[in-house]
């Protein structure tokens, strides 16, 4: 398991290196297209922007297993240029002003290279505005001060940067001495690198999978349509790998992997948890049953959009999601350990 946990500590960094919101996903699209194929599989693009992959077992059946894991992240989106040639943001997806005020960030121009700058709040000096301690952040009362000399909305037209540009944060990645992983966006990237890892140990191992399995790449989770297409023939259960809950009144720890029994939307299917835990026991797998008040995966969403399938979600614990996230090399051993025992 060293082997694929050094692979897969090495994938995740460059993964997390990788700006990706919604809407904004070909680098990362590009990287798993060619990790994939490094790896020797013949992966391939889908028209949303994601990516497939055939991981191998029989054909002719109907009782295929799709893993999906998703490559989009939270990121900002330019949608005013003030008089004073600050930059007002709308977030994509689930991203609060809070979590990234103060925080560098680029700004990706459509015809002219980027730029760089920081979200804080206006008037931000301490020494001039008695209101900055109390000021209540949201995207109206911050805004992205760019490192160029701009006094106006012409002076940062004529940079090129117009309405519509991506804004992308820094996502302050670092793994500790101790094992837990520090950064931004660690959901979902933290289970695409499992499902590298995954796919390594498959054809390093000459494994070949119990059934047919498959790999999705989503590209629009965070806005809620990522798992709504692209689903193969033959394939009757869908597995959402995403992060597991961590917080008060549930049991997991970064350091587990999560099997969710119920979320916002509803049950998970029954058999296909229960079978999940089985797989979790066999492969001696740190794991917990939880479950997940305010969440909904791309399993959700291929029911959902109208798939006669079953459906199930796993992944690593993540605390202070959606902020500046912590996960644990462990949580993603006993991920990886999950999935391969449930794919055999
Ligand atoms: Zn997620």
Not at 16 to 39: C, N, V, W
Not at 59 to 86: C, F, K, N
Not at 314 to 334: C, F, K, Q
């Amino acid at each position: 398991m060293k082997e694929e946990m050094d692979y897969l500590r090495e994938r995740l960094l460059e993964l997390l290196a990788i700006d990706s919101p919604t809407g904004f996903t070909r680098k990362a699209q590009e990287y798993l297209m060619k990790e994939l194929t490094a790896l020797g599989y013949a992966p391939r693009e889908t028209v949303k922007g994601g990516v497939l992959v055939d991981l191998g077992g029989p054909t002719g059946r109907e009782d295929g297993l799709l893993l999906s894991a998703h490559i989009d992240t939270l990121g900002g989106m330019v949608r005013e240029i003030t008089p004073q040639g600050r930059l007002k943001i709308t977030n994509v997806g689930g991203l609060r002003a809070t979590s990234v005020e103060t925080e560098n960030c680029r700004v990706y121009t459509r015809f002219s290279g980027v730029y760089s700058g920081t979200l804080q709040l206006m008037n931000a000096s301490v020494h001039v505005n008695s209101e900055v301690g109390t000021a209540e952040r949201s995207y109206d009362s911050c805004e992205i001060l760019l490192d160029e000399p701009v006094e106006s909305k012409e002076d940062v037209k004529k940079l090129g940067i117009r309405n519509g540009d991506f804004v992308c944060f820094d996502t302050r990645s670092q793994i500790t001495d101790s094992g837990y992983i520090k950064s931004r966006f660690l959901d979902d990237k933290l289970s695409v690198a499992v499902i590298l890892a995954l796919a390594k140990e498959l054809r390093d191992k000459g494994i070949t999978p119990s059934r047919r399995l498959w790999a999705h790449f989503t590209v629009y989770e965070e806005v809620g349509h990522g798992g709504a297409a692209s689903i193969p023939e033959g394939v009757r259960d869908i597995l959402a790998v995403d992060m597991g809950c961590v917080g008060d009144g549930l049991e997991c720890t970064e350091r587990q992997v999560s099997i969710c029994a119920k979320d916002r939307i509803g049950p998970y299917n029954y058999d296909m948890v229960t079978e999940l835990v089985q797989a979790a026991e066999k492969a001696g797998a740190d794991y917990v049953i939880d479950l997940y008040p305010h969440y909904s995966s791309d399993a959700d969403v291929t029911v959902t959009a109208g798939h006669d399938m079953r459906h199930g979600l796993i992944g690593p614990g993540v605390y202070a999601s959606h902020g500046y996230e912590r996960s644990h090399l462990d949580g993603e051993e006993n991920t990886l350990q999950l999935l391969a025992a449930y794919v055999q």
